[in-house]
Nanobody, 127 residues
Framework: QVQLVESGGGLVEAGGSLRLSCVAS????????VGWFRQAPGQERLFVTA????????YYADSVKGRFTISRDNAKKAVYLQMTTLKPDDTAIYYC????????????????????WGQGTQVTVSS
C-alpha cells in the first residue's frame, strides 16, 4: 500500500510561486503514474497535471500550461509541482494521486482512474 503526503502549500500573492511536494511512504512509486488535482470550495476535483512512471510524458490542463511544471524523483519517492505566475483562480486544495501502471500506460485525467490519494495541501493566492 502507498501513502501519499503533500506539502508546500500556503498563502502567496498573485504572480508568486510555490513548489508542492508529494512524497510516498510504504512501497515505491517508481512504477506509478502520478497526477495532481485541485478542488476549490463548492467545485469538483479537477485535473491539473500528470506524469508517467518514467517521467518522460507529462500532461497539463490548459489553465496551467506554461505556468506549472511537474517532475519526479523516483529515488526519493517524490513528485513535485512547481507553480509560477500564480493567479487567484489557482486557489484550491491540491491533491496528488497515483496508480500503478505498466510502462506504456499514460496517466489519465479522470480522478477515478487513480487508486491512491494524499490528504491535500491548501494553496491560497491573494489578489
Amino acid at each position: 500500500q502507498v501513502q501519499l503526503v503533500e506539502s508546500g502549500g500556503g498563502l502567496v500573492e498573485a504572480g508568486g510561486s510555490l513548489r508542492l511536494s508529494c512524497v510516498a511512504s510504504g512501497r515505491t512509486i517508481s512504477d506509478h503514474a502520478v497526477g495532481w488535482f485541485r478542488q476549490a470550495p463548492g467545485q469538483e476535483r479537477l485535473f491539473v497535471t500528470a506524469i508517467s512512471r518514467n517521467g518522460r510524458n507529462t500532461y497539463y490542463a490548459d489553465s496551467v500550461k506554461g505556468r506549472f511544471t511537474i517532475s519526479r524523483d523516483n529515488a526519493k519517492k517524490a513528485v513535485y509541482l512547481q507553480m509560477t505566475t500564480l493567479k487567484p483562480d489557482d486557489t484550491a486544495i491540491y491533491y496528488c494521486a497515483s496508480r500503478r501502471t505498466i510502462l506504456t500506460m499514460d496517466p489519465d485525467i479522470q480522478p477515478e482512474w487513480y487508486s491512491n490519494w494524499g490528504q491535500g495541501t491548501q494553496v491560497t493566492v491573494s489578489s
